[in-house]
């Protein structure tokens, strides 16, 4: 089995964008608190952050955190959130049957965003709220000061305004499980007034209007024309979530997970395109993905509590990730580069506990799961502008998606330093396959690095007494002559292979 890939520097794509390697904090289970909060810890802050969480966000190479929610979003009331802990309420998050005692609001996540490096991303709430209170967080954040709101925010001790720059108008509204769902057309004009007076108070913010909860919902498509035709002029970006899991053994179709990624991009790239032409428009919409994982949704840990149990901090969605979610995690960030001309932005949900790559003890350890890998040396090593590719490979038959190609894979090139960087997936169950790749385009390269994740049993998952015994390994394989490359893809297995 042998896969080639043709490289040239003039088949660019785009560059290769911060943004791409985005997460996701929500006020959902141990997120917040025992995730990034918790005062007491051995490694916490004066702000009561945890420090190895920090060391963590940083490692992983994380560039924006969106924030609050999620669900969560749709019910919160920002305003119990700041000023004097003792004096904030303890309010019932309905989206996750949970409690939430407001320790944390936005001063202390944006003084996280600060400490970590991480650029903030908020959400506001238009799902029991609307124009009014979207425009006061906005004030709160965003405004120096003289206003009812901006001093509020002086007098709780930030000076100086936090001039947050991406906004997302609300979460998942197309979805029925939402608090305050909504027709498209609702939440179109909703979205719109609300994004038009937004901007009436910072005409610098970028803003995020939602798109659908996943290619699977009834709606998609005709909810991305439809919300765009109400808002198309007075918004940046529109959002996109997809979550995956390995459904009923069938390990192919998940290991394909990112044929409807790109699917799921070019629909709405195309939706966005067609209300462009229709509507006269200049500008353009891109996407902002900024909910993608893998998810086990079925399983009992995302279930939330029930009854008169309304626990603050419970332990839910705490996924334990194993190989194969590694691969895939991987392989929806080479379709995220790939569509770099059209995904501005993207978010991984979420960042700790609660779906994540990082997973802490309350009082305790901090580790890292597989899927924290790829992730963080994608965003490490990708640089400069994304190549399109041409790849001939074997293919493998899929029950959901047909016939797919067993090799998946980007390239990025980094005109000033020279190092062309290859992210790779051999999607077979079975079978390894040799990477080929052909590097007339870029002649004298040689291997800096070359690093394979795969383990004989792609089932084997992290936990806290065992982070590091599989973990991407060197490949020996990967070898230069003669102007291509050459390399031994495991099957199950994700890749990076550096050149310089
Ligand atoms: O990330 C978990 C949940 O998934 C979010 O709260 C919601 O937006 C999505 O359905």
């Known amino acids: 089995h042998s896969a080639t890939l043709t490289l040239d520097p003039a088949f660019v794509v785009g560059p290769v964008r911060r943004r791409t390697f985005g997460t996701f904090v929500e006020h959902l289970g141990r997120c917040v608190y025992t995730g990034i909060y918790e005062p007491g810890h051995p490694t916490a802050d004066a702000d009561g952050f945890r420090g ?20 969560f979003v749709s019910g919160y009331r920002w305003e119990d959130g700041v000023g004097p802990v003792e004096d904030r309420p303890t309010r019932l998050d309905l989206a996750w049957h949970s409690s939430d005692p407001n320790t944390v609001g936005v001063d202390e996540f944006l003084r996280w965003s600060k400490a970590s490096g991480t650029e903030p991303m908020m959400a506001v709430n238009l799902g029991t709220r ?20 901006s001093d509020k925010r002086r007098a709780n001790g930030a000076a100086d305004p936090y001039r947050v720059k991406m906004w997302c108008l609300g979460n998942e509204m197309d979805g029925p499980w939402q608090i305050g769902h909504k027709t498209a057309e609702e939440y179109g004009r909703l979205a719109a007034e609300t994004a038009r007076a937004m901007r009436m108070m910072d005409p610098n913010i970028e803003l995020v209007v939602c798109g659908s909860s996943s290619s699977a919902m009834p709606t998609f498509g005709e909810w991305e024309r439809v919300v765009l035709s109400e808002a198309y002029e007075h918004v940046d970006h529109v959002s996109a979530h997809a979550y995956y899991w390995e459904e009923d053994g069938d390990l192919a179709s998940f290991l394909a997970s990112a044929v409807d990624m790109d699917h799921f991009v070019e629909s ?10 229709a509507g006269k428009h200049t ?25 008169d149990d309304w626990p603050v901090a419970p332990v839910l969605l705490e996924d334990r990730y194993n190989v194969a979610d590694a691969v895939v995690v991987g392989n929806l960030l080479i379709s995220l580069l790939r569509n770099t001309h059209r995904v501005h932005a993207a978010s991984l949900a979420q960042l700790v506990n609660v779906i994540a790559p990082i997973m802490t003890e309350p009082g305790g350890r901090a580790w890292r799961q597989t899927t924290f890998h790829p992730f963080a040396l ?64 870029f002649p004298g390269l040689q291997v800096v690095e070359a690093l394979t994740l795969a383990n004989p049993d792609h089932t084997w998952q992290a936990t806290a007494d065992d982070a590091t015994s599989v973990l991407p ?15 031994e893809l495991p099957p199950v297995s994700w890749s990076v292979v550096r050149l310089g």
């Open 283 to 307: 500008k353009r919409i891109n996407i902002s993905f900024d909910e993608w994982n893998v998810w086990y949704q079925q399983r009992a840990e995302s279930r939330p509590p029930t009854d």
């Open 378 to 441: 994608t965003s490490k090593h990708a640089a400069g502008e994304v190549l399109r590719v041409a790849v001939e490979s074997p293919v493998q038959e899929t029950t959901r998606f047909g016939d797919v190609p067993v090799l998946d894979a980007v390239a990025t090139h980094d005109a000033e330093t020279g190092e062309v960087v290859i992210f790779a997936v051999n999607r077979s169950v079975t079978e390894a396959v040799t990477l080929d790749v052909d590097l007339r385009g």
């Open 52 to 71: 190895d969480v920090l060391e963590l966000t940083r490692e992983l190479g994380v560039s924006t955190v969106r924030y609050p929610g999620g669900n």
């Open 473 to 487: 390994q060197v490949n020996t394989t990967a070898k230069v002559a003669d102007d291509r490359a050459r390399a």
């Open 268 to 277: 709405v790239a195309a939706t966005a395109d067609a209300v462009r032409a």
């Open 130 to 149: 609307g124009v009014q209170e979207a425009l006061d967080l906005l004030e709160y954040c965003n405004v120096p000061g003289g206003s009812f709101w």
